[in-house]
């Protein structure tokens, strides 16, 4: 059974720092997602990653894919407050989402 | 404009009354797929559809029914609703296989309560 843990899972940075959250997943899969949730909204797609090694960026977020460690991450750089959200990450085929990281970030 | 599209947003009924949450995609995606929301739960998938007439159980099905007559609509079903169906509904479709690269698009969401 595939399971997909994000950490942290609370995280409260200050504007300008930078951070990384973390997607390990337990079976293997060459594609994963992730997906910006703000506040009482719904999900939108940032990044697809389809293969090991991949990298993508937009803006001051940057993710990445290894396969073999079973690991995404995605990182803020000089984090800015609109930035503040809940991110979650997915893996395939059957899509299974992480639990969701709570980032807010604070002037 | 491409979207998903749900109906109601909000709905607040009381146990045991049927409701049907619609869901509709203009992107002639053939995946569509129903999430619930809670917190600290992430999103978890109740059912989905590879195609017109094909549905399968996602992680949480109890509760719940769905059907693919159309490519374009996926309806919800709560044949008798019960309070742990309080919840955030997610609707999502795809573009699936070589054509596609199975990112989801999401609808609004549907915060449904039940009494």
């Known amino acids: 059974e595939l399971k997909v843990e994000q950490n942290p899972l609370f995280l409260s940075m200050q504007e300008g720092k930078n951070y990384t959250i973390y997607c390990n997943y337990s079976?293997?899969?060459?594609?994963l997602y992730w997906y910006r949730q703000d506040p009482g909204k719904s999900l939108e797609s940032l990044f697809v990653?389809?293969?090991?090694?991949a990298v993508k960026q937009e803006g001051r977020l940057m993710a990445s894919l290894d396969t073999k460690a079973r690991l995404s991450t995605l990182h803020i750089t000089a984090a800015v407050h609109d930035l503040s959200a809940t991110y979650f990450c997915?893996?395939?085929?059957?899509?299974?989402f992480g639990q969701g990281t709570r980032l807010t970030i604070n002037p | 404009e491409a979207q998903v599209t749900q109906n109601p947003r909000y709905l607040i009924t009381v146990t045991g009354k049927k409701l049907t949450v619609t869901c509709s995609q203009n992107?002639?995606?053939?995946?569509m797929s129903w999430y619930r929301q809670d917190p600290g739960l992430g999103l978890r998938q109740i059912y989905y559809?590879?195609?017109?007439?094909?549905?399968d159980k996602g992680d949480v099905p109890e509760g719940y029914k769905v059907s693919r007559k159309e490519k374009r609509n996926f309806p919800l079903i709560l044949e008798s609703p019960s309070p742990n169906q309080t919840s955030l509904y997610f609707c999502?479709?795809?573009?699936?296989?070589?054509?596609?690269?199975?990112?989801?698009?999401f609808g609004e969401g549907s915060r449904l309560t039940v009494l």
């Open positions: 999502a479709s795809s573009l699936i296989g070589q054509a596609g690269t199975g990112e989801l698009f």
């Open positions: 079976t293997t899969s060459d594609r």
């Open positions: 990653l389809l293969s090991n090694g």
């Open positions: 997915a893996v395939a085929k059957k899509l299974v």
């Open positions: 992107m002639n995606h053939e995946y």
């Open positions: 559809s590879m195609n017109v007439e094909v549905t």
